[in-house]
């Protein structure tokens, strides 16, 4: 009956041992799913802005180090460690990709790398101005997205890359019609360039290129002829008749004589009064000396006047100058001894407002 009894006791405590080791476990495994939930999916990304978003921006070639000094600068993480230690599970540090990301509060860091570590980034929306020289663009442009100026630059102005689109260096501001595009951040200047001719190539669809057609120019001499007026006038409702004055003198095969090539020329668009020195320089853009187009654009043209060339109305007029009431609207004439008076009465306004230049 004694040995019966102690190997009960033994059994009962082997079971009572087994009961606290499985108490264990399951507590140790509780913790160890507790510590994990903690480090995988509790909120780690803290953004005290109103708008409870930021934007992360990792450059090209950027090493995790780097990306994990981005956050922590901002203060973008409540947990540094618990960051660390999911990245490396997640062999995030091998796999960076540039980008604009958008940081939301309260993400957890699996939703953060998982979002980071495959590239998905939001889109940057970049604004493509009128602006008259290649280097402002590139300047707006490198702006908005990771890209060099000085690399946009370059390739604003190499004939051999540009050549590929059907334009070069003087021409390849007709390409860009400005509108607001979407990018990635990290575009490369060379997809940017495959991009803006995408647009390009829509822009100019079936009723476009019809109109360029039907009046006889092709569409880079329709955005040349309408880089003159949009330099020429902010008036929009007065752009067609504009463009009717500058084609009537085309098919005339007079030479435009429009002021704003000879602003161009002379790089100063600040010149009110046109003298005779300034319509004497010598340069490819003066159509006071040279007749037809310039070799290219004098700006990039807003899309109301290209239309306003493509839709330019029909009249008689070869001549016209600016209103002596410097409202911005021109006076028009079908003959010289029109114009004449009407420059007259401009000349007289300026001398009165004490304008010489």
Known sequence: ??????????????????RKLVIVGIA?????????????????????????????????????????????NCNYLCDVKSFEWMSVKMNYPSHIKAGRYLLKNGMGNRKLITM????????????????????KLAFEISRQIEADSLVILRLLGDDNFLNQYGFNGRTILAMFIPNTYEFYWNTLPPELFGKMHSAYQ??????????????????LEVSILASIIEEET??????????GVYINRLNKNM????????????????????LAKDISIDSP??????TGLPPGPICIPSIVSIDAVLNYQKHEYLYMCAKEDFSGYHNFARTLEQHNRNAQRYQRALNKARIVR
């Open 116 to 135: 980071l570590r495959a590239g998905i980034q939001v889109p940057v929306k970049v604004i493509i101005p009128n602006v008259r020289f290649k280097r």
């Open 234 to 243: 902010h008036k929009n409702d007065e752009k067609s008749i504009i463009a």
């Open 255 to 274: 030479m435009l004589q429009a002021d704003p090539t000879v602003r161009f020329a002379r790089g100063n668009f600040g010149i009110k009064r046109v």
């Open 285 to 290: 853009y003066n159509t006071y000396l040279n």
């Open 1 to 18: 009956m004694a040995k019966k009894k102690s190997r009960r006791k033994v059994a009962s405590k082997k079971g009572n041992l087994l």
């Open 28 to 72: 140790l495994a509780l913790f160890i799913t507790y510590f994990g939930y903690r480090k995988i999916y509790k909120p780690n990304v803290r953004i005290e802005q109103q708008a409870q978003q930021t934007y992360l921006y990792i450059h090209t070639g950027a090493t995790f180090e780097q990306v994990l000094s981005s956050l922590t």
């Open 202 to 219: 829509k822009f100019w669809n079936e009723s476009r290129m019809k109109k360029c057609e039907s009046i006889g120019m092709s569409q």
